[in-house]
Nanobody, 122 residues
């Protein structure tokens, strides 16, 4: 089991960038596929991006392709989500969790943490 903690959220203007971090508070995340999800007010949680344990596979939601990049540094026990060209529709609480792949989608396989708030607004 691995416990993950998100950080790096904040307020950013449209067109701006942010980098979110996902750290293993307990355990070692190098053995796990990790995904980022987000939940906007009044909406269901949705998949954003995920990465395999060896970093050989990455996938992205269509809404963030070309703007977001998921990376990992297993030696530091960290996974990141680099977000650029942010838009108001990207406003949400962002979560990282362990995942598995099913039907071409990354599905949550762990527990949800507190998340980190990203607000895109002028």
């Amino acid at each position: 089991q691995v416990q993950l903690v998100e950080s790096g959220g904040g307020l950013v203007q449209p067109g701006g960038s942010l980098r979110l971090s996902c750290a293993a508070a307990e355990g070692n995340l190098e053995y796990y596929w990790i995904g980022w999800f987000r939940q906007a007010p009044g909406q269901a949680r949705e998949e954003v991006a995920c990465v395999s344990n060896t970093d050989g596979y990455r996938s992205y939601a269509d809404s963030v392709k070309g703007r977001f990049t998921i990376t990992r540094e297993n030696a530091k026990n960290m996974v990141y989500l680099q977000m650029s060209s942010l838009q108001p529709d990207d406003t949400a609480v962002y979560y990282c969790t362990t995942v598995y792949v099913q039907g071409g989608h990354c599905r949550n396989s762990g527990s949800w943490g507190q998340g980190t708030q990203v607000t895109v607004s002028s």
